[in-house]
């Protein structure tokens, strides 16, 4: 049984951090925070917990040391400026508290937002709680996804946080360029490349001629790695009281969180030949999946006021697959550069080729059901 994290786990240092340039930076720079500070790392790398001499716990995000294949990895500068936490949103973001973007302090530009008491689930089965209670928290997850999917960017000042472009198209086209460049890095000590996505050309091909049509839902904030361990719940009740890392978040097609909410959906309990195990839904007792994916989509309709079924999902789960598998291929490459600290990312490097083929499983599939819809 997975743990249930309180605020996430974490432990010593693994990753070099001069704490008394970080304390001597506090003390001269945020008043908020009072120095010097006790520092212990997060599993999430390269993110850390902060306690003042107060008592008073924070959270510092800061990107890693050595040059990044990705432009957007650990964007901590666009973390820090996330939409609004205006109450009137209703949106629940942990307060940003400091940007610090010059390098000599610890080494690469950091950023430190308020600590958020609560439970962040690492298994989306969440084993611990009654089914009443999993049943309400995904509702929940489904619910604050559908506040933030709602708000209109140039209503609440944030015209400008992103391109008023077509996001996939955006997406294929940068995420293809981040690749290919993912591919060619070597290990530092075999000299073996991480490798291509496996049927990388056919299926962006396949996204290529199947975009949707965005202009249904209009220029929406998309966060970009919106899924459960990415939210903290209330430490008793079950409701989010946070959603968690921004780095990926923009202007685009308010679906794509959505799909990257249900990648749950598309993994059973064990992926064969690679000799992993997940926490899916897929083949799972009914009584161990707090929603169906048909739940999931109509509550998120029914949310956004808009008609059932969403006829752009068999798109938009897979690329999101996809792109998890690109995402996956990037922490590859770290680990194969040593950029990545924890034997977690490494594993998860490994895990790139199965996440593609998946991806591609999902556009068969989805095609299967429409086909099978019209007879």
Not at 55 to 71: A, D, I, N, Y
Not at 93 to 112: M, N, Q, W
Not at 181 to 186: D, E, R
Not at 271 to 276: A, C, R, W
Request: aromatic share 10%; glycine share 8%.
């Amino acid at each position: 049984m997975a743990e249930q994290k309180i605020g996430g786990a974490y432990g010593d240092i693994r990753a070099d951090i001069p704490v008394d340039a970080l304390n001597a930076y506090l003390t001269a720079n945020v008043s908020e925070i009072n120095a010097p500070v006790v520092v212990k790392q997060f599993q999430s790398n390269p993110t850390y917990f902060l306690t003042d001499a107060r008592g008073t716990r924070f959270v510092l995000r800061k990107k890693p040391l050595g040059t990044l294949l990705s432009p957007t990895a650990h964007a901590v500068e666009r973390e820090y400026q996330n939409p609004s936490t205006d109450p009137s949103l209703r949106i629940p973001i942990p307060r940003p508290i400091a940007l610090c973007e010059d390098k000599s302090i610890v080494g690469t530009p950091f950023y430190i937002m308020e600590f958020l008491e609560g439970r962040i689930f690492a298994n989306v089965k969440m084993p611990q709680l009654s089914p009443a209670d999993r049943k309400a928290c995904w509702l929940s997850a489904i619910r604050t996804l559908g506040l933030l999917s709602s708000l209109n960017p140039d209503a609440i000042g944030l015209g400008s946080f992103g391109s008023h472009s077509p996001y996939y198209p955006r997406q294929l086209k940068s995420l293809s360029r981040v690749s290919k460049a993912q591919a060619l890095a070597c290990d530092v000590e075999s000299g073996l490349p991480v490798g291509d996505m496996p049927f990388f050309a056919e299926t962006m091909q396949w996204y290529a001629t199947h975009l949707p049509d965005e202009r249904r839902f209009g220029t929406r904030i998309v966060h970009g790695d919106y899924k459960i361990d990415n939210l903290v719940f209330h430490p008793t009740e079950p409701r989010v009281i946070g959603i968690l890392d921004w780095e990926l978040c923009t202007l685009g097609h308010p679906l794509a969180d959505l799909g990257n909410l249900m990648a749950p959906y598309a993994f059973g309990p064990s992926v064969g030949p690679y000799g992993l195990t997940s926490e899916g839904f897929r083949g799972s007792p009914p009584d161990t999946v707090p929603l169906t994916d048909e739940e999931v989509v109509r509550e998120y309709c029914r949310v956004m006021k808009i008609p059932y079924p969403l006829e752009e999902m068999t798109f938009v789960r897979s690329w999101m697959m996809f792109r998890l598998g690109i995402i996956l291929q990037g922490v590859a490459a770290r680990a194969a550069r040593r950029q990545a600290s924890s034997t977690e990312a490494r594993v998860h490097g490994t895990m790139f080729p199965l996440v593609s083929h998946i991806a591609r499983a999902l556009i068969f599939e989805g095609e299967k059901a429409a086909a099978d819809a019209k007879l």
